[in-house]
Nanobody
Framework: QVQLAESGGGLVQPGGSLTLSCTAH????????MAWYRQAPGKVRELVAV????????KYADSVKGRFTISRDNAKDTVYLQMNSLRPEDTAVYYC????????WGQGTQVTVSS
């Protein structure tokens, strides 16, 4: 049974921090490029960050570069998104995704940045 189990979302004040986790089940996590996407109400889903299978390369959307960090622990089949200096415009549903060679989505976790 393939599953991407996300956790860590919630309500945080502007300037605060939050860490999202996504644990994979049912496929070879260590062989997959992993990514985080987000979608705000009324907007398209956008790529936030990508990490290669061994964690050697990462890339970020310009809007989050310098504030967010994607990482992975292949021994735990888990990918993380550390979010710092959060802004109201970061409010969205965040989705974990196995990009390649598989194509699997998590159910999403809500992140709300508000005072």
């Amino acid at each position: 049974q393939v599953q991407l189990a996300e956790s860590g979302g919630g309500l945080v004040q502007p300037g605060g921090s939050l860490t999202l986790s996504c644990t994979a089940h049912g496929f070879t996590f260590s062989s997959n490029v992993m990514a985080w996407y987000r979608q705000a109400p009324g907007k398209v889903r956008e790529l936030v960050a990508v990490i290669t299978s061994a964690g050697g390369s990462t890339k970020y959307a310009d809007s989050v570069k310098g504030r967010f960090t994607i990482s992975r622990d292949n021994a735990k089949d888990t990918v993380y998104l550390q979010m710092n200096s959060l802004r109201p415009e970061d409010t969205a549903v965040y989705y974990c995704h196995a990009d390649h060679p598989e194509d699997y989505w998590g159910q999403g976790t809500q992140v709300t940045v508000s005072s």
